[in-house]
């Protein structure tokens, strides 16, 4: 199904007066074009987008959904005297409190409600991502060679130069280098350090607006004996993990299982982190992989799966992959 017709027929399903959003993600999932400032305002039967004349030239050329040049706020309260809009709903958990300055109308809170449409992929989204994903991993490959030989600012700048040639359009994210000790921070921010035994690369690029999410760990031969030791539970346990994906599996007890293993082997402390997350327009986006969350898995969902124990002054391995879910179990992009 189409992205604005499955937006509008959720709409539709929800009873919703209208919904309100200026959520630069919503915006770029519904209209691919990527801004900095901008309003999404839908209906049960049309989408209205608003945004300044830097983006005017992008906007104009959308097929499906009306362009209305913002002005200031009365464009907004135009648009909704115009469309008879009497109540209008948005999500408190990305909108500010001053939303009652932009909307004349009464206001309703409803959360999540593009998160939950953009968790579900549409076939188009699916080989966008999937693209996004070959061309992180032949980029790795390709660099297997030197990473012991390069800085973690050098690796870093022959990924995204990678990227580009690969036809992405540079990182999806600000992709992590950490070398040795380093690893041991799962944020870690990338410097000129030069790994010695242990590299991390946490990295995935932008396709036509979608992302990928790969995390691989390098190590020498010489690499300390805990490395090697926590690299291969890391490894089988992500194997293990993957095989249990399906539709109707509660995300908890995916990140249980996990924690499970790591406590087996004296290593659930240094487990810093939920196993994973959706992604699509954005990086980090539902289902949240944690023990915390209530969330079932859904076909078409795509998750990432990465398991990592991090030991301070030691280093730290995280393994990550890209997973498609279907009917019949969790794919690997």
Known sequence: MD?????????????????????????????????????????????????????????????????IEYKGKESILKVIKENNIKEICFDPN????NIKKFLDCSILEKEYFFDNIRKIKTLEEIVKISQAVKITKDTLKELESKIFELTEYE????????????????????????????????????????????????????????????????????????????????????EKVINLIKPGIKVKDLDNFVREIFKKHGYEEFYLHSLGHGIGVYVHELPRISYKSEEVLQENMIITIEPGIYIKDLGGVRLEEDILVTKNGGIIL
């Open 3 to 67: 992205k604005i017709e499955k937006v509008l027929k959720e709409i539709s399903k929800q009873k919703l007066p209208a919904f309100f959003s200026s959520d630069i993600y919503d915006i770029l999932y519904l209209t691919e074009i990527k801004v900095s400032f901008g309003f999404l305002i839908l209906t049960q039967n049309k989408i209205i987008f608003l945004t300044d004349g830097r983006y005017k030239e992008y906007a104009e050329s959308l097929k499906e959904i009306e362009f």
């Open 94 to 97: 990305k909108e500010k409190a």
């Open 155 to 238: 690796i870093r700048c022959e990924i995204i130069k990678k990227y580009y040639q690969k036809g992405a359009i540079g990182e999806g994210f600000e992709t992590i280098v950490a070398a040795d000790k380093n690893a041991s921070i799962p944020h870690y921010h990338t410097s000129f350090n030069k790994s010695s035994y242990l590299c991390l690369i946490d990295t995935g690029c932008r396709y036509k607006n979608y992302v990928s999410d790969l995390t691989r760990t390098y190590f020498k031969k010489h690499a300390p004996f805990e490395i090697k030791k926590i690299y291969e539970l890391v490894k089988e346990t992500q």
